[in-house]
């Protein structure tokens, strides 16, 4: 059974970096597209990120030019780079995976909580 475990997340000023680490387990890493998404409070989840298998990459809107998605194969993790932070960034992050012989599943970490003081 494939495992998401996020870490990484925290306090931190409005401006500051945050790197956030999700570890992949119980599957073959390089067979599975990945993504972080975000739930604010009182708001739906969101995609922030995604890498495929490929390495392509794909932002959200709002932190084009500030977070950075990679994936490390040899380390089954994939990160998020999140710089320039701002209280809008407030959330709880995702991790989730979803294989590339079956696009209906879709994996999900317990999230890590990113809090943005201003």
């Known amino acids: 059974q494939v495992q998401l475990v996020e870490s990484g997340g925290g306090l931190v000023q409005a401006g500051g970096s945050l790197r956030l680490s999700c570890v992949f387990s119980?599957?073959?890493?390089?067979?599975?597209?990945m993504a972080w998404y975000r739930q604010a409070p009182g708001k739906q989840r969101e995609l922030v990120a995604a890498?495929?298998?490929?390495?392509?990459?794909d932002y959200t809107d709002s932190v084009k030019g500030r977070f950075t998605i990679s994936r490390d194969n040899a380390k089954n993790t994939v990160y998020l780079q999140m710089n320039s932070l701002n209280s809008e960034d407030t959330a709880v992050y995702y991790c989730?995976?979803?294989?590339?012989?079956?696009?209906?599943?879709?994996?999900w970490g317990q999230g890590t909580q990113v809090t943005v003081s201003s």
């Open positions: 119980g599957g073959i890493f390089s067979l599975f597209d």
């Open positions: 890498i495929t298998r490929g390495s392509t990459t």
């Open positions: 989730n995976a979803v294989p590339m012989y079956d696009r209906k599943r879709s994996y």
